[in-house]
């Protein structure tokens, strides 16, 4: 396929890998932040292409896995109310709240969508007038544009029976809540090639300099991440500490100005509780007071449910880059996707579940002979 | 093992005394107290739904393999029985519809097991409201896919449930067919050396009911592969009688095919990702949906296990068949990694393919 066949070049990335090689001279810590990175790096297995002294460590970027369980019991209260269709993005569903996932609650007669725009969920509205639409907006600044507008949207037609609710988290605090973490571990980063899409570079530039760590904002195919690594690599070897755009062909320095503007007028900053890791200041997006009759938590008065995270999991460290899934005594045993214990092994995205996906709980690292095939 | 053994007029039983009639649920309450959509998918969830609820109660040694379908003999002849339930939505799809895939759904079963199909059943469950027209438009379509495959419908029955306990109309097929002498497939028969051959470009059924259900418009029309691939057996065993394994590749797609298969013959699967036929307009799909093609169903193609000395001709044969022509070895059957499947992905790295514990969704970005 043009344009993704070409980062998924066999040739490129054994010549990426040994140019790894020959540039490493010690032992160097990496985070890929964002979880569709985590993803691509255990499908395609390209952790296994790396020399032994680079590790990769998983970081916090599963919007999906942050979420907080008191976030998702909300969202199963509102679904569960007969006068409303829940709509919510496709790997949200399966996501375990304290006693139930929204795949379950549908089975017990929620009306409950998967959507793949929340501008899809206006439709919805527009055709349903006796209902109300919620929307479970979640996300970090890679889906803020959207569900922004959608909110924009609602409010410039009229529809008044569209409400969001929005547990947006933020990239940059969380990067600095674990670079400031005394077990930190990370050297390097390879930085949201999504997030920054939206964002841009510039916002990290400051966090490069404080903690003098290089950030190379990266994209998700398989050669983008071996030349994010490579670029992070030769930083690090360098002594440098810059941020620099390994991703151009997607992300500007600025971002996208049009979205962040459109951001600014509907969200804005305040604290947010992060499944797994707990509250970090600044880090989260809610809606403006002007967008009040489109905030869902205000109409319907969801209680604030006291939750329990499992005792055994260690997600937030996993979150943090201090282990590895397979560093758990659960993994794989009494935690799995489907009874999943805690925030990384909900989602595809989620360290856990990756590397569960992938079979890491059935094979640490595979055996190396390979069959050539007939070529008949 | 070997799933033939022939009918004695007593059924035979599982030599264990008859169990009460209300025993506690098998399943640990904490999996789940509902059935739930992914316990249909053809994954993890399926797998235990079968293996934990059904099969005990009815164990025997037909059913035990779990494999497309039953072979038995009667009166000397091999004979294979299956059946299969179609509930699709939308009824209608580019390539297809909901009576042509039940045709074909156990047409293709029985083929699986080396069959020549002959006879179906069909059961019609039908909603109050389905308009006429609709319900014409799909027996004639299964009128023609019967036709074609050379099958006679020889029993039947139809059911209407009120408004709304229904989704339009559900069809029922089940079918009958006879193994030529010297057949003998059966997944349990995967042996180290055996190359995979896949018929053709998979994730084209799965994909179109998607872009269908989701209003998604490609520049060209993604269809359904659905056929009968009765013919297509012929051709491949007249190459090459001594088939291992058949399997067609449907819910849970490529890749639960051939787990069910590396964990019933204690074998290791091994995959070559670039080896693996895919159309431009699938990739461009699943690449768009977040969907992984390998989990994608497939209701025209098929997996064959093949001893290496026969995998040529096979394959050969299978190339001037319509149904072959985008035939090619994917993989092979290793002694390593006994019961799983891995893969050289296309980047030279490695991973294990496993099946899903339910069903793929849609990834937020």
Redesign the interface.
């Known amino acids: 396929?043009k344009y993704?066949d070409e980062y998924?070049?066999?040739d490129l990335?054994?010549k990426l890998a040994a140019e790894i090689r020959r540039v490493v001279t010690r032992p160097w810590v990496l985070m890929e932040v964002c979880g569709?990175q985590t993803h691509t790096i255990?499908?395609?297995?390209?952790d296994?292409?790396l020399p032994r002294e680079v590790e990769l460590v998983h970081g916090p970027g599963c919007?999906?896995c942050v979420t907080s369980l008191e976030m998702i019991d909300k969202a199963h209260a509102i679904a569960r109310r007969p006068d409303v269709i829940f709509c919510s993005?496709?790997?949200?569903?399966?996501v375990p709240g304290s006693d139930s996932d929204l795949?379950?609650l549908?089975?017990?007669g929620a009306d409950i969508r998967?959507v793949?725009s929340p501008i899809d969920c206006l439709k919805i509205a527009r055709a349903n007038p006796g209902k109300k639409v919620v929307f479970f907006a979640?996300?970090?600044e890679?889906?803020a544009p959207a569900n922004a507008m959608s909110v924009w949207q609602a409010r410039e037609q009229g529809i008044t029976n569209f409400s969001v609710l929005v547990s947006h988290v933020l990239v940059p605090p969380a990067m600095e809540a674990i670079l400031q973490s005394p077990n930190n571990r990370v050297q390097g980063l390879i930085g949201p090639g999504?997030v920054c899409t939206v964002m841009g570079c510039e916002e990290y530039e400051p966090i490069a300099a404080r903690y003098h760590v290089p950030i190379v904002v990266t994209g998700f195919e398989?050669?983008d991440l071996?030349h994010g690594v490579l670029m992070t690599v030769q930083q690090l070897e360098a002594g440098r500490a810059e941020v620099e755009n390994q991703y151009p062909r997607v992300v500007k320095r600025e971002g996208n100005v049009a979205a962040k503007d459109l951001m600014q007028r509907v969200f804005e900053v305040c604290d947010r509780k992060w499944r797994g890791v707990g509250n970090i200041p600044q880090s989260g997006y809610r809606l403006r007071p002007e967008f009040h009759a489109h905030d869902a938590e205000r109409i319907f008065q969801v209680e604030l449910i006291a939750t329990q995270e499992s005792s055994i999991c260690i997600s937030g460290l996993v979150l943090r880059g201090a282990k590895k899934p397979h560093d758990c005594p659960a993994f794989g045993k009494e935690c799995?996707?489907?009874?999943p214990l805690g925030a990384t092994m909900v989602?595809?995205?989620g360290a856990c579940a990756a590397y569960?996906?992938?079979?890491?709980h059935?094979?640490a690292r595979?055996?190396t002979?390979?069959?050539e095939?007939?070529?008949? | 093992m070997n799933a033939r053994v022939s009918i004695s007029p007593e059924p035979p039983t599982n030599g264990e005394p008859a169990a009460p009639l209300f025993a506690a649920c098998p399943l640990p309450i904490s999996d789940h107290k509902e059935i739930v959509l992914a316990h249909g998918s053809g994954g993890k969830l399926t797998h235990r739904l079968i293996e934990k609820l059904i099969l005990p109660q009815f164990h025997n040694e037909l059913l035990d393999p779990l494999h497309d379908g039953a072979v038995f003999s009667l009166n000397g002849a091999d004979v294979a029985f299956s059946t299969d339930s179609f509930v699709v939505n939308p009824i209608f799809f580019p390539g297809g519809d909901i009576g042509k895939l039940a045709v074909h759904g156990t047409v293709n079963d029985l083929a699986m097991c080396g069959a020549k199909p002959l006879y179906l059943s069909a059961a019609f469950i039908l909603e109050e409201g389905l308009a006429m027209e609709d319900f014409w438009r799909v027996v004639q379509s299964m009128r023609q896919a019967a036709e074609e495959a050379g099958v006679l419908l020889v029993t039947g029955d139809t059911k209407v449930v009120d408004h709304g306990k229904g989704d339009q109309i559900f069809i029922n097929t089940s079918g009958v067919g006879v193994v030529r002498a010297g057949v003998r497939i059966h997944p349990a028969r995967a042996a180290v050396g055996d190359q995979i051959i896949v018929s053709g470009p998979i994730a084209m059924h799965g994909i179109a009911i998607m872009s269908v259900r989701e209003g998604l418009e490609f520049e060209t029309e993604i269809t359904s592969d659905t056929a009968p691939l009765s013919g297509l057996v012929e051709v491949m065993l007249n190459a090459a009688p001594d088939l291992h394994v058949l399997r067609d590749p449907t819910r849970g797609g490529v890749t639960s095919a051939l787990s069910e298969i590396a964990e019933q013959a204690g074998v290791g699967i091994w995959l070559d990702e670039s080896r693996i036929p895919i159309s431009e307009e699938v990739k461009g799909a699943c690449e768009m949906l977040g969907l992984d093609p390998l989990y994608v169903a497939n209701e025209g193609k098929l997996l064959a296990l093949v001893a290496p000395a026969d995998a040529a001709r096979v394959l050969a044969a299978m190339r001037v068949h319509p149904l072959g022509e985008g035939a090619a070895v994917i993989g092979e059957v290793v002694a390593e990694h006994p019961r799983m499947v891995t893969m050289r992905t296309h980047v030279g790295g490695t991973r294990v393919v496993d099946m899903l514990s339910g069903e793929q969704l849609p990834r937020i970005c």
Request: glycine content about 8%; cysteine-free; aromatic content about 12%.
């Open positions: 396929m993704i998924r070049s066999a990335a054994a569709g255990v499908k395609y297995g390209i296994y292409l919007p999906v993005f496709g790997d949200m569903l399966r795949l379950i549908k089975s017990r998967v793949y979640i996300g970090f890679t889906t999504h398989p050669l071996l799995t996707p489907e009874h989602s595809a995205e569960y996906a992938y079979g890491r059935l094979q595979p055996a002979r390979e069959p095939l007939a070529r008949p």
